[in-house]
Nanobody
Framework: QVQLVGSGGGLVQAGGSLRLSCAAS????????EGWFRQAPGKEREFVAHIGWAGNTFYEDSVKGRFTISRDNSKNTVYLQMNSLEPEDTAVYYCAAAPRIVSNVRAEHEYHYWGQGTQVTVSS
């Protein structure tokens, strides 16, 4: 079992930056691969980014070049650095952990553990 706690959300102007953190306890994150998802008001939750246990990364097209997912094994924490934020990035962001090997990094059912979500609001 692993417990995830997301943090770092807030209100930022368009063009600004935020760094989300996802702290894990219970087991080391190096035993898993991790992802970030988001859910905007009135929309379904969607994939944002994934980092494999070996450090390989995947991104949803709309965040490529703006968001960076990373992991610090010494702190047992996964990060999502978000730059050049746009109002369309406004959502509740969730971190999640999946087994080391997943078939589809974008599929929610691949992720067994979820954090509680952190609100990101980007004003225009």
């Amino acid at each position: 079992q692993v417990q995830l706690v997301g943090s770092g959300g807030g209100l930022v102007q368009a063009g600004g930056s935020l760094r989300l953190s996802c702290a894990a306890s219970g087991r080391t994150l190096s035993s898993y691969s991790e992802g970030w998802f988001r859910q905007a008001p009135g929309k379904e939750r969607e994939f944002v980014a994934h980092i494999g246990w070996a450090g390989n990364t995947f991104y949803e097209d709309s965040v490529k070049g703006r968001f960076t997912i990373s992991r610090d094994n010494s702190k047992n924490t996964v990060y999502l650095q978000m730059n050049s934020l746009e109002p369309e990035d406004t959502a509740v962001y969730y971190c999640a952990a999946a087994p080391r090997i997943v078939s589809n990094v974008r599929a929610e059912h691949e992720y067994h553990y979820w954090g509680q979500g952190t609100q990101v609001t980007v004003s225009s």
